[in-house]
């Protein structure tokens, strides 16, 4: 049999020798053939290198504009090394092609050696098969010992192994034989003393003693004879715990034969050892083998399994998609000789506990395993939440309501439920907000508790921070996100510890005025502040904090109403105070005391003195602001000055006719209200609403200082009577400046121009003391001024008559003397082109008596004299 042609399979790898493969040549030298496969020509290497670079450099150049200057030198810098180790592998292929003709040669010699030294392997593996069928064509020895046996005995020694049949045993024998065991057994049981602990609980039936170890194992046990000293052996062993499972042949026969060798060196301890500790390492192999089953079904993907050897324990390794709450745990036997888990967390430390010794079951130790590791997770982000400053004193706002389950109150509006995923490990946030989706992403992606607690505490300050924003949005407020305050400003003015942060106002406000809600790690607080815009943004020009509870002063309407109120004030008396500031006026902005709680709700109030801006003492103390709020938009807010005032009477006969206004001149108090405007300068309308009830005070006190009767009175107009039937109104201009008013019927209706002059330049007591002086005159007017007679008015003093067809004019003069009013009248002919002397009045120039004194031309008389000498030169030349 030749090797070629032996009927068995090379090994493998091995080539089968093929016949006539060496072809000698005539010189004895066998033919190399020669390798053409899988060769590329070295000019297709260089332009396929060339190519793959060009378009390298083209997309590194389109793509590098876009990445910044450290990214740009990187991807440059591993461009042109890569591209340099291309070309040096070119260069050594280039150096070989030179030498291309002996490299192919080697590259043959190389193939023919390789394929000559599979043909020596194919014959060594050809000539080891041979010698295995070889083997089968050996005979046997003879038998001589047995041989001689039966030549000389006629049979052998040996025995018959069973192939001759006992004879059957009667029922009667065999339940005789099984009383006499369980007799002995219980003597035998009852005179040992060193019976294992774990072997107290045992019965004995049918000719064997039965151990029960609760939770792991049955064992039948036997003896053989009646002897006290002669061994137990084992007749049966069965698991105790569920799953059952059966024992397969091979497994009961190892664990007879060593457990009958245990008995007979090591008795009852031995074999419980022994049998205790197969029972685990089967529960091992029973839970490995659960555990795998899991681990390629529902738990793939997050479940690895391993088994440590040097341990005797399965690793288990849960959550393994979650690398930041990837944790371990071994079962394995604990020291207490049970089965148990050692728990390795990597944000705890290792625990150990027993497990169920009844039932195995992997589902059952995964969810023990993981429930502990919810439990401590859901635990310790509570502790870490409630160790924050500004929730350790609010324990409600995260509580366990389950086992696995932690209620956490975001807003007193919005709860979420947090939990942990069994299968995959993952944080789970129930609610439908994008913030709880996006705190539910984020918490996914730590990887300490302590880091998870911060986003929970970020989830419900953004909560609070949104859901205040809605709710005083629906009270009235506006919310206004302003992007580009100044870093440095909110660190300075807020502190550096500010996360969130929202601006408010009310719309009435004007433009810098806000309410500032910060939220740091520790506290929520409320600031009063003022933005003004500024180069690189807004700058905060004053800031003042609010000693208020935050939460709950912006989840109450009323004080959310009453903030608004007393911020409104502020705004108002700030303002103000400036305008003082500015005027040089001196005042004081009196605070509700810091120290008594809620005071930062009660408005404040200014007040400044009287004498700072009034000229007479009609007020006797400071001036009081106070600020009234209206209970709609803050559209009708307004400013309260209330003072103490002279109990006079000309302030009692001032009325206002208005409800903002109330001079109380009984009780000596006044009440001025006026309306904030929009642009909040209301200190003008103050001033002057005040410079106008002391000029109304004032013109009171003239009027009746002449004796007057007043007949109206208010801070807008006067309307008194200076001379029977005869009455002058006084109406008072926002501006301090009066205009009088006389009726059609009025003498002095001639002279309301002169009049206002005097009253505009000279006073009201100037005016009041020319009324009596010129009302004769201006009665005597009113029935000679017709026809051909003319009364003309120069001013208060200068009048002239003009008789027209007689060629006559009388001038009339008013002149004081000696604290007197007297009036010189006179001929003025010789004033007037082609008017003549009036030689009819020398009659009336020549007349003497009390208060009258004549001239050659003219006669000079007091005020009550004067209408009756004009009545006599009008009758004398009107004859």
């Known amino acids: ?108 010699v190389v193939s023919w050696l390789g394929g000559q030294k599979n043909c020596f392997s194919n014959v060594v593996w050809a000539l080891q098969a ?30 018959s192994f069973n192939y001759i049949p006992p004879k059957p045993l009667s029922p009667q024998t065999i339940l005789h034989t099984l009383r006499d065991l369980n007799v002995l057994l219980s003597l035998r049981l009852a005179l040992t003393d060193d019976i294992p602990v774990p072997f107290q609980n045992y019965k004995i039936a049918n000719g064997r003693v039965t151990f029960c170890v609760v939770s792991e194992f049955e064992v039948d046990l036997g003896i053989g004879d009646d002897d006290p000293n002669s061994r137990f052996f084992l007749i049966d062993y069965r698991f105790n715990f569920k799953p059952m499972s059966t024992i397969t042949p091979a497994i009961r026969a190892m664990v007879e034969r060593v457990g009958n060798e245990v008995l007979t060196t090591k008795g009852l301890d031995g074999l419980y050892d022994y049998l205790h500790n197969f029972t685990l390492a089967y529960k091992l192999l029973i839970l490995q083998q659960q555990l795998m089953l899991l681990a390629n079904a529902i738990w793939s993907g997050t479940l690895s399994i391993s088994y440590v050897a040097e341990r005797q324990a399965i690793a288990i390794q849960y959550w393994s998609e979650h690398a930041g709450r990837r944790s371990t745990a071994e079962v394995g036997v ?41 439990q401590n997770l859901l635990a310790a982000v509570n502790t870490a939440f409630l160790s924050s400053p500004v929730y350790k004193s609010l324990p409600d706002l995260i509580t366990p309501v389950a086992d696995t389950k932690l209620k956490i109150e975001l807003t007193p509006s919005l709860t979420t439920y947090l939990t942990v995923e069994h299968l995959t490990g993952r944080m789970v946030l129930e609610g439908t907000t994008d913030l709880i989706a996006s705190a539910e992403k984020a918490l996914n992606t730590q990887t300490d508790i ?41 660190r300075q003015k807020y502190g550096a510890a500010v996360r969130h942060m929202t601006t408010m106002r009310q719309r009435h406000w004007i433009r810098g005025w806000f309410i500032v809600v910060t939220i740091t790690e520790s506290s929520i607080n409320l600031w009063f502040s003022e933005f003004k815009p500024g180069e690189g943004g807004w700058s905060i020009a004053r ?42 006026i001196p005042y004081e902005l009196i605070l509700p005391p810091s120290d008594v709680p809620g005071s930062a709700l009660e408005l404040p109030s200014l007040q400044f003195n009287s004498s700072a801006v009034t000229k007479s003492s009609w007020a006797k103390s400071a001036f009081k602001l106070e600020f009234v709020s209206s209970d709609g938009d803050g559209v009708r807010n ?37 309306y904030i405007p929009p642009n909040h300068q209301i200190l003008h309308q103050i001033l002057e609403r005040l410079s106008q009830i002391e000029r109304s005070v004032s013109y009171v006190t003239t009027l009746q200082s002449f004796n007057l009767k007043l007949e109206e009175i208010s801070l807008s107009r006067i309307v008194f009577e200076y001379a029977p039937d005869l009455r002058m109104a006084l109406t008072i201009s926002g501006e301090g400046k009066m205009k009088l008013g006389l009726s059609d019927l009025n003498p002095h209706r001639r002279i309301q121009f002169f009049l206002q002059d005097v009253l505009d330049n000279e006073g009201l007591k100037s005016l009041l003391g020319v009324l009596p002086a010129t009302l004769p005159l201006l009665r005597v007017a009113s029935y000679i001024d017709s026809g051909d007679v003319y009364f003309m008015t120069h001013s208060t003093k200068s009048y002239r008559i003009i008789y027209y067809d007689h060629k006559h004019a009388i001038d009339i003069e008013l002149r004081d003397k000696d604290d007197r009013k007297m009036v010189y009248v006179r001929d003025s002919y010789g004033d007037i082109p082609g008017y003549k002397q009036a030689d009819v009045c020398n009659s009336v120039w020549n007349s003497s008596g009390p208060g009258m004194v004549g001239f050659e031309t003219g006669i000079a008389c007091e005020i009550d004299v004067v209408e009756d000498i004009l009545a006599r030169i009008h009758k004398t030349i009107s004859a």
């Open 1 to 108: 049999m030749s090797v070629d042609d032996h009927d068995h399979p090379p090994p493998p790898g091995a080539q089968a020798v093929v016949k006539g493969q060496l072809n000698v040549t005539g010189e004895g030298f066998p033919t190399v053939p020669h390798i053409s496969e899988n060769f590329i020509p070295l000019s297709v290497v260089v332009s396929r290198l060339v190519e793959n670079t060009y378009s390298e450099l083209v997309n590194i150049l389109e793509t590098l504009p876009a990445a910044n200057d450290t990214t740009k030198k990187r991807k440059f810098l591993n461009f042109l090394v890569h591209t340099r180790q291309q070309y040096i592998k070119l260069l050594v292929l280039t150096q070989w092609s030179r030498n291309a003709k002996d490299i192919s040669k080697v590259i043959d």
């Open 334 to 374: 604990l020291q207490s000789k049970v089965l148990g888990v050692r728990w390795l967390p990597r944000d705890f430390p290792p625990e150990t506990f027993a497990i169920d010794q009844d039932e195995i079951s992997a589902q059952t130790l995964l969810s023990q395993i993981i429930i502990y590791h919810i």
């Open 543 to 584: 800031n003042e904090a609010l000693e208020l509870e935050a939460l709950d002063t912006l989840y109450s309407t009323t004080k959310l109403s009453r903030l608004a109120a007393v911020t409104s004030a502020r705004i108002a008396f700030h303002i103000i105070a400036n305008s003082l500031h500015e005027r040089n």
């Open 130 to 159: 041979v010698k295995q069928d070889l083997g089968g064509a050996r005979l046997r020895n003879p038998d001589i010992a047995t041989a001689l046996e039966v030549f000389v005995l006629g049979k052998p020694r040996l025995s």
């Open 450 to 490: 302590q880091s998870s607690t911060q986003v929970l505490i970020n989830l419900r300050h953004l909560s609070i921070q949104r859901e205040v924003e809605d709710f005083v949005n629906s009270a009235g407020w506006e919310v206004i996100k302003i992007a580009n305050i100044r870093p440095e400003d909110i």
């Open 638 to 674: 307004a400013i309260i000055v209330t003072g103490i005032m002279e109990k006079s009477s000309a302030l009692r006969s001032v009325s206002t006719n208005s409800p903002d206004v109330i001079l109380d001149g009984e009780n000596g108090r006044f009440f001025l209200k006026f």
